[in-house]
Every structure is written in structure tokens, then in C-alpha cells.
Nanobody, 116 residues
Framework: QVQLVESGGGLVQAGGSLRLSCAASGIKSRIYIMAWYRQAPGKQRELVATITSGGTTNYGDSVKGRFTISRDNGKNTVYLQMNSLKPEDTAVYYC??????????WGQGTQVTVSS
């Protein structure tokens, strides 16, 4: 079965940094896109960043210039480096994998809390 395990969340002060990791296993088809989403209390889940198997990246407007997504294809792992964190970045962050057949898989999420 597909498993996505996120790690690296925690509590950090505004202006600080965190790096999230997501390790994927059990993927049967070739991965097309890996992504990070987040959901804050009372708000919709929003797209944070995506990266293709070829390394092309895209970012949501709210994190552009502060966050960097990267991947290690050999390890089937995607990372999210988060710098200059703001209280409004507080959310549960979810890893998402889309394979070439269009099947999406989700991790359980990791909590990021940014204090002011």
C-alpha cells in the first residue's frame, strides 16, 4: 500500500525556519508530481508548492520567495524548506503524490505552529 510519512513539523517563532520531509513508499506507478498542501483551522486546504519528476517547481502566492520545494528521486522523498515563517503559516501540512495514472495519495499531515 502507498504510504507517505511527513516529518519536521513543530513550534517555531516568527522569522524562524523549518524543513519538512515526506518519504513515499509503495508507489507502483511512476510519480508525476509531488506537492505540499496546508490547512489552517477554519480555512480551506490550499496548495503550497509542487515539483515535477523533472524538477519544475511552482509556489502559492502566499509562500513565494520564502519556501523552497525540492526532491530526491532516488529516495522518493520531497522536502519543503520554510524560511521567514509567519504566524499565518500555522497549519497542518500535508504531502501529496500524484502518479502518472492520476492516482493521488496523501500523508497524515504534520503540524507547524508559528508563534508571534
Amino acid at each position: 500500500q502507498v504510504q507517505l510519512v511527513e516529518s519536521g513539523g513543530g513550534l517555531v517563532q516568527a522569522g524562524g525556519s523549518l524543513r519538512l520531509s515526506c518519504a513515499a513508499s509503495g508507489i507502483k506507478s511512476r510519480i508525476y508530481i509531488m506537492a505540499w498542501y496546508r490547512q489552517a483551522p477554519g480555512k480551506q486546504r490550499e496548495l503550497v508548492a509542487t515539483i515535477t519528476s523533472g524538477g519544475t517547481t511552482n509556489y502559492g502566492d502566499s509562500v513565494k520567495g520564502r519556501f523552497t520545494i525540492s526532491r530526491d528521486n532516488g529516495k522518493n522523498t520531497v522536502y519543503l524548506q520554510m524560511n521567514s515563517l509567519k504566524p499565518e503559516d500555522t497549519a497542518v501540512y500535508y504531502c501529496n503524490v500524484l502518479d502518472v495514472q492520476g492516482t493521488a495519495s496523501w500523508g497524515q499531515g504534520t503540524q507547524v505552529t508559528v508563534s508571534s
